[in-house]
């Protein structure tokens, strides 16, 4: 059972929105798309999810903080007697091991497991505060069938994509969660950070952005309207009301700081669209505080 899923990470949406935006520079595209590959290996990795053979609660992309340390965790499964966090890996080409770390061809050097190190020792002492005792294991999980690993040791906690269904297999022996495991589920839940944000992001300036509404699909910002329908170049089709509010949302993603108001948004949206509709559209979605000239929504 999938307890909390998996959405596109906020780092990625910024970038992708940025890059609609503005020009990024060639060391900032290598970020996002860094950040592309990785989620789409999670996504790859949420398929077998959905269909596991044994019972489990699976958290994904969890936001923790515990004792000034924070910490991100993409895949933790709970089941058994066992918490498993998994580091989800979409490297391809080959790579050598070499003093207990992974050494690319160009002689660059990567740690699959750096983030369940950190994170494997805050989980354990965060459950035992909980009064559970469960064992905490980690485990990097290389996604993309076009990767090798000369010279691995047989020890590693390593698992490769055609290795999945041998190693869930394993771990399903056996196996059963009960309340207590639910009740555990919850808890780390609600630990969640729901507003975190990565600081290292590309800087911009509302000034600098272009204004309007582009596709979700294809991030164009050429279209055609009819009364009810914005109609993308690519043939993709949404509702205007629907764009304006997935328009808004994005405003609100990259300045959470700024009071979003009726003007502001409409000159986001590139000004097309008159404010009396922005105005409906924010009402319908939003939360509205204040009145008169000084209302924003939330």
Known sequence: MIVKRLKKPVALRIY??????????????????????????????????????FDCLVLQDLQLKESGVQVQIDVLLLTGNTIHLYEVKNYSGSYDFQDDALHTQADFVVDPL?????????????????????????CAIFINPNFYIYQLPRDKPFVFHHQLPHHFGQTGQGVWIDESHKRLAQKLLNCHLHDYRPHELPRYEYAQLKKGIYCSQCYSFAHTNTRQ??????????????????????????????????????????????????????????????????????
């Open 16 to 53: 992708d929105a940025l890059n609609a935006r503005m020009t990024l520079t060639a060391a900032q595209q290598r970020e996002r798309q860094s950040y592309q590959r990785g989620y789409e290996g999670e996504v790859q990795l949420g398929n077998h999810f959905e269909k596991m053979p």
């Open 114 to 138: 750096a983030q369940t190190r950190k994170s494997k020792p805050l989980i354990y002492n965060l459950v035992r505060k909980w009064g559970y005792r469960f064992q905490v294991e980690e």
């Open 229 to 298: 329908t914005r109609i993308c170049t690519c043939r993709y089709k949404e509702t205007i009301r629907e764009a304006i509010q997935r328009t808004a949302e994005e405003f609100r993603l990259l300045f959470p700081e700024r009071k979003m108001t009726t003007s502001v948004i409409y000159d986001w949206c590139g000004r097309e669209y008159y404010k009396q509709r922005i105005q409906e559209v924010m009402q319908e979605h939003f939360t509205v505080y204040g009145k008169w000239g000084g209302t924003y929504y939330t």
